[in-house]
Nanobody, 118 residues
Framework: QVQLVESGGGLVQAGGSLRLSCAAS???????????MGWYRQAPGKQRDLVAA???????NYVDSVKGRFTISRDNAKNTVDLQMNTLKPEDTAVYYC?????????WGQGTQVTVSS
């Protein structure tokens, strides 16, 4: 079984920055065995959406709403996937999760809350 643990969330004012980290452990020896990892977010009353993705070779993709502000990275040696979030906006407020792409239901962790005040 794979465990994904997110951390780094918090309360920040609009225009501020946060860095989220996802640590993988369990039955995988390394996230290098996983082709694509992603960060997802779920705002209150909304569905969970993928916002940033990174493949094994480092290719990244972002939804338009975070392009130029968020940067996803992975460290296969440390089994971590990070999300650097800059110029945060109130609409970025959500619980952020990491998972594979496509996601596996059993891999969802508790997520980390990001709240951006105006």
């Amino acid at each position: 079984q794979v465990q994904l643990v997110e951390s780094g969330g918090g309360l920040v004012q609009a225009g501020g920055s946060l860095r989220l980290s996802c640590a993988a452990s369990g039955s995988i020896s390394s996230i290098d065995s996983i082709n694509a990892m992603g960060w997802y977010r779920q705002a209150p009353g909304k569905q969970r959406d993928l916002v940033a993705a990174i493949t094994r070779d480092g290719t990244t993709n972002y939804v338009d709403s975070v392009k130029g502000r968020f940067t996803i990275s992975r460290d296969n040696a440390k089994n971590t996937v990070d999300l650097q979030m800059n110029t945060l906006k109130p609409e970025d407020t959500a619980v952020y999760y990491c998972n594979t792409i496509p996601s596996f239901r059993s891999y969802w962790g508790q997520g980390t809350q990001v709240t951006v005040s105006s």
